[in-house]
Nanobody, 123 residues
Framework: VQLVESGGGLVQAGGSLRLSCAAS????????IAWFRQAPGKEREGVSR????????DYADSVKGRFTISSDNAKKMVYLQMNSLNPEDTAVYFC?????????????????WGQGTQVTVSS
């Protein structure tokens, strides 16, 4: 399985970005895909998850109501729509893949990672 993120960039506070994660070597119904982020000097934290088997979703409390995860199984793409961004959302965002029964946003449970995409929110 390989993952490639795109869509990061610089945005003003209150703005929006949509991140994309392109998966290859699998179909999305066979994996759980999650978004994580890591800010400088901080631990990597889970942002959102979509489980391929049943489409179960999960969000970190810090992004609920602002971020939306979705997938296009035919294109093997997973998206993270990020609205109402604030400077605290500034980080490198990674998508990661795990077994389809994974229901947690714990980095160590995800063996496959993309290279990351930088999101910077200016105040």
């Amino acid at each position: 399985v390989q993952l490639v993120e795109s869509g990061g960039g610089l945005v003003q506070a209150g703005g929006s970005l949509r991140l994309s994660c392109a998966a290859s070597g699998t179909t999305l119904d066979l994996v759980t895909i999650a978004w994580f982020r890591q800010a400088p000097g901080k631990e990597r934290e889970g942002v959102s998850r979509i489980s391929g088997g049943d489409g179960d979703l999960d969000y970190a409390d810090s992004v609920k109501g602002r971020f939306t995860i979705s997938s296009d199984n035919a294109k093997k793409m997973v998206y993270l729509q990020m609205n109402s961004l604030n400077p605290e959302d500034t980080a490198v965002y990674f998508c990661a893949a795990a077994a389809p029964w994974i229901r947690h946003l714990t980095p160590r449970l995800y063996p496959t990672w993309g290279q990351g995409t930088q999101v910077t929110v200016s105040s």
